[in-house]
């Protein structure tokens, strides 16, 4: 069986950045899948289930509701590496297209100061497994990470 293209990305040589991970075509439409980067893979620790799941919650909210993107958004989740997201949003767009969204994103997560939504027994399976302090503490450090974006952010390693 041949390797899926996400597993022949050079992960020893990926930054925390915003890269398009893959572009599908479904009819008129194209879908653009963006891997948001959060932690150096193999390098750094991972992020813990808790401020990930977190984040998911806001995150999606936040997009799915957003004046500009929202009736573009397919899907915010988690990647199972757990070292950040993927976005998949309709169109044929580049992560250039992306980097103020990303950032309106994890300002948004990194100074949220409500109650998580969604997080309640009767809207989620998992509830109790949230840790806000953390996700903002995740999104500040991304935001950081990203704020003068370099070229090598935004495009994946040879």
Request: aromatic residues 12%; negative net charge.
């Amino acid at each position: 069986m041949d390797k899926i293209p996400s597993f022949n990305v050079n992960h020893l040589e990926l930054l925390p950045g915003i890269y398009v991970s893959r572009k599908d075509h479904i009819g008129e439409y194209t879908l653009t899948t963006f891997d948001i980067r959060m932690t150096r893979p193999n390098f750094e620790p991972v992020l813990q289930t808790a401020e990930v799941h977190a984040m998911e919650h806001m995150g999606a909210t936040f997009l799915r509701q957003h004046a500009t993107y929202g009736d573009q958004v397919i899907y915010f989740g988690p990647m199972g590496c757990r070292t950040g997201f993927y976005l998949i949003l309709k169109g044929d767009l580049t992560s250039d297209h992306i980097v103020g969204l990303i950032n309106e994103l994890f300002e948004y997560m990194a100074n949220y100061n409500a109650p998580l939504p969604g997080a309640c027994a009767r809207d989620c399976g998992n509830y109790l497994d949230m840790n806000l302090p953390m996700a903002k503490y995740e999104a500040r450090r991304f935001l950081n990470r990203i704020e003068n974006i370099q070229p090598l952010q935004l495009n994946y390693p040879d």
